[in-house]
């Protein structure tokens, strides 16, 4: 008969697994970064473009509803963000959301990039990442902008339009 264990004694794992977590991240990066046909990424974002036509990216709806707030109840997916969002900077916090780091090139050429990924980031309820492009816009570009009306924006903005269909027309979008 096997000894059995003392009551309360902690067993040291056969394998603790480390890589798990590492192998999982650089898996939706590396999908989200290429947008290739992927199981991981199962939800579609769509969004106003730059020449004011309808984009779109694949995204991870479990990460989308395991770090963001605004996405906490799915109910299909195809989302409509609000047209007011810059591209960019929806694409900048999408690629953080799935385990990129956020860059801004340097040197910055358009440093509207900042206070536009700040509303973006609000959207998503980045609230850590807002703090961080607020303290950078300050310190670094110093950017005195009014970021209270800015938050105050995205609040006014509408929570992403759940959808049955792919949207065509930036009309469909909120």
């Not at 759940?162 to 469909?172: E, G, K, L, R, V």
């Amino acid at each position: 008969m096997p000894a059995q264990p003392s009551i309360g004694a902690v067993n040291a794992p056969l394998d603790p697994n480390t890589a798990f977590a590492t192998k999982t991240a650089l898996a939706f990066k590396n999908a989200y970064t290429s947008q290739n046909p992927s199981v991981l990424l199962d939800m579609f974002i769509y969004f106003r473009n730059n020449d004011q036509s309808v984009t779109y990216k694949s995204t991870s709806s479990a990460l989308l509803n395991m770090t963001s707030d605004i996405f906490g109840n799915i109910s299909s997916n195809i989302a409509g963000l609000p047209k007011e969002l810059n591209p960019e900077a929806i694409d900048k916090i999408l690629k953080y959301i799935h385990g990129d780091a956020l860059v801004f090139p340097k040197p910055l050429t358009d440093e509207s990039m900042v206070h536009k990924s700040f509303i973006a980031a609000c959207y998503f309820k980045q609230s850590k990442l807002a703090n961080k492009l607020k303290t950078y816009a300050i310190e670094n570009l110093n950017m005195n902008l009014d970021w209270d009306d800015m938050y105050n924006f995205v609040q006014s903005l509408p929570p992403p339009l759940f959808m049955t269909n792919f949207p065509t027309s930036i009309d469909q979008l909120p």
